[in-house]
Structure formats: C-alpha cells, structure tokens
C-alpha cells in the first residue's frame, strides 16, 4: 500500500467500513496464513478513501465532511463472498462484495465529491473489497485466495471510520460517526 508522507502542515487520513467479528478474525487468520505483514496490524475493512494527504487546515472540514455524508446514509447490508486476485495489476488477493458494492460506491464517490475537502486523485478506480493478502509472493496470494474461497460473510455496516495515521506509522481512529439517514437514503455530496 502506498502510503503518502505527510509534511509538517499535512496529515494523512484514511476512512473505511470495518468488518464485524466473527469474520474480522477468520479474514486476519487467513491473512496471516499468507504471511501477509500487515494481518494484525491492520483490522479488516472495506476502504473509502485510500491513504490520502490532506493539509492540517483542511482536518476539520474533512472530519466535518465524514460526519455529514454519515448523517444522511442510511445503514445497509453487505455479504461478503468469493476471493479474486487483482493480479496482474496489483499484488492482492480479496473478498468480493456480492451485495453493498453499489452503496460502497455511493460513499466512496460521495467523500470524494469535487467540490469537497477529501478530492483528491486515487491511483486506482474504487473496487470496493476486502484484503486477505497484500504485496506478498503469488504463492501467498494464491493460498489467501483459496482459504477464503468458501468464506461468506453478511453484516450491517452502520458507521464510517476516519482514521488519520499517526507518526509512528500506526492508524488512529480519529472518528466513527454513524450512518443515521433515512431508510433507502443514499449518500450524496455537500
């Protein structure tokens, strides 16, 4: 994961959908099974907004941004179910989102709206999934992808985590506003 490096007047944020027990720790034991380095420092999520850098003025609006887009999308389902590789242009292996994607997206765009604090290009185009192996050799990607190939999960995601990373090179949570909209209310941009 490319993670940018923050100056002394910038921070890095990142947001995601976190994954629910009893899955987080059958998606961490595959992880590390793959001898991914990073399956217990990083808990199973769905990522929103990738390691993004932002300027240290810009944090309120940024946080302000997550708890409003929150405030009008309602909680939904996700399930959870089959695992895909995104090789050959990135070395990971993932669980797909079979229900949620469209949601997902409807976030994703929405926390990057052009007119927002969090616009800013991503390398790749969203393709919301979960990680079960990341940046190891293709005989690890294909062992997490085959230790997951029977996996299903299904859970309410019913809040955002806004994460800023801290200087020891660790995540924060910095917030986790839940998703309070109406029934059927879709995300939308300020």
């Known amino acids: 994961m490319d993670v940018p490096t923050a100056g002394p007047s910038q921070c890095v944020l990142g947001v995601t ?6 899955w987080a720790a059958r998606i961490r034991l595959v992880r590390s099974d793959a001898g991914d380095p990073l399956a217990l420092a990083v808990p199973p999520h769905i990522t929103l907004l990738p390691p993004t850098l932002i300027e240290l003025d810009a ?5 302000a941004h997550v708890r409003a887009i929150a405030g009008r999308t309602a909680p939904f389902v996700v399930e959870l179910r089959g695992a895909e590789t995104f090789r ?13 994607a469209e949601d997902c997206a409807a976030l994703e765009g929405a926390l990057r709206a052009a007119d927002g604090p969090l616009a800013v290009p991503v390398r790749f185009p969203f393709h919301p999934h979960v990680t079960l192996a990341h940046d190891v050799e293709d005989e690890a990607l294909e062992a997490a992808r085959a230790g997951a190939a029977h996996m299903e999960a299904r859970f309410v995601v019913d809040r955002i985590h806004l994460h800023r990373l801290a200087p020891d ?3 924060a949570r910095l917030d986790a506003p ?3 909209g109406p029934v059927g209310a879709a995300p939308r941009a300020l």
């Open 17 to 22: 959908l976190p994954v629910p027990e009893p």
């Open 88 to 100: 050959p242009v990135s070395a990971v292996a993932y669980l797909a989102l079979t229900r949620g």
């Open 59 to 63: 944090l309120g609006a940024a946080v």
């Open 178 to 180: 839940p998703l309070r």
């Open 169 to 171: 090179a660790t995540w």
